[in-house]
T-cell receptor
Framework: GAVVSQHPSRVICKSGTSVKIECRSL??????MFWYRQFPKQSLMLMAT?????????EQGVEKDKFLINHASLTLSTLTVTSAHPEDSSFYIC?????????????FGPGTRLTVL | LAKTTQPISMDSYEGQEVNITCSHN???????ITWYQQFPSQGPRFIIQ?????VTNEVASLFIPADRKSSTLSLPRVSLSDTAVYYC??????????????WGAGTKLIIKP
């Protein structure tokens, strides 16, 4: 149980275009979803926390107008990288929790590899 | 704000027990400790979580001393497939306005035949 999917798994785009990444909880309702970015050989960096039906909370230094997050339902959150540039190339990972506490187990998606040319 | 420190890398051999220690000197009363495993180009996977003393599940044990300033993940009889990066995460309770999910650098564990 507790499966989280991400789509697409890999995307290559030209500089200046926008890319949307979907994160779905397949067998549970996610009260909260998290979006992370991970550069090669580095740890996970939390970008934003997404709660269903409300605005996402962004971490310091993350541009909310560049990384648009929509959490329209209890099973779907999307991250749109607007006007992507080569420095946005990274591994984007979402996670979801079913409970009410931040310490609840996070179930992670498989990640999306974004390459901006 | 809790912050974690782990060894950057560790080596071991198949069949051995591996212990990975994480330091979290500033852990708060409401913080829990969670360990995750990550393979290359995959999302992390939950291993175990604890608050104090010892927790055991089918894949690992977690030892937390009374002062909770450190924790040790114990993997019994490792195999080659346990080669991965292991993260220790200290997670505050939601509702704390200062909460942050801060991931440490992780420990790269390499298991040799």
């Amino acid at each position: 149980g507790a499966v989280v999917s991400q789509h697409p798994s890999r995307v290559i785009c030209k500089s200046g275009t926008s890319v949307k990444i979907e994160c779905r909880s397949l067998d549970f309702q996610a009260t909260t979803m998290f979006w992370y970015r991970q550069f090669p050989k580095q740890s996970l960096m939390l970008m934003a926390t997404s709660n269903e039906g409300s605005k996402a909370t962004y971490e310091q230094g993350v541009e909310k107008d560049k990384f648009l997050i929509n959490h329209a339902s209890l099973t779907l959150s999307t991250l749109t990288v607007t006007s992507a540039h080569p420095e946005d190339s990274s591994f984007y990972i979402c996670s979801a929790i079913a409970g009410q506490k931040v310490r609840d187990t996070q179930y992670f998606g498989p990640g999306t590899r974004l390459t901006v040319l | 704000l809790a912050k974690t420190t782990q060894p950057i890398s560790m080596d071991s051999y198949e069949g051995q027990e591996v212990n990975i220690t994480c330091s979290h000197n500033n852990i708060a009363t409401n913080d829990y400790i969670t360990w995750y495993q990550q393979f290359p180009s995959q999302g992390p996977r939950f291993i175990i979580q604890g608050y104090k003393t010892k927790v055991t599940n089918e894949v690992a044990s977690l030892f937390i001393p009374a002062d909770r300033k450190s924790s040790t993940l114990s993997l019994p009889r490792v195999s080659l497939s346990d080669t991965a990066v292991y993260y220790c995460l200290v997670a505050p309770t939601r509702g704390d306005s200062n909460y942050q999910l801060i991931w440490g650098a992780g420990t790269k564990l390499i298991i040799k035949p």
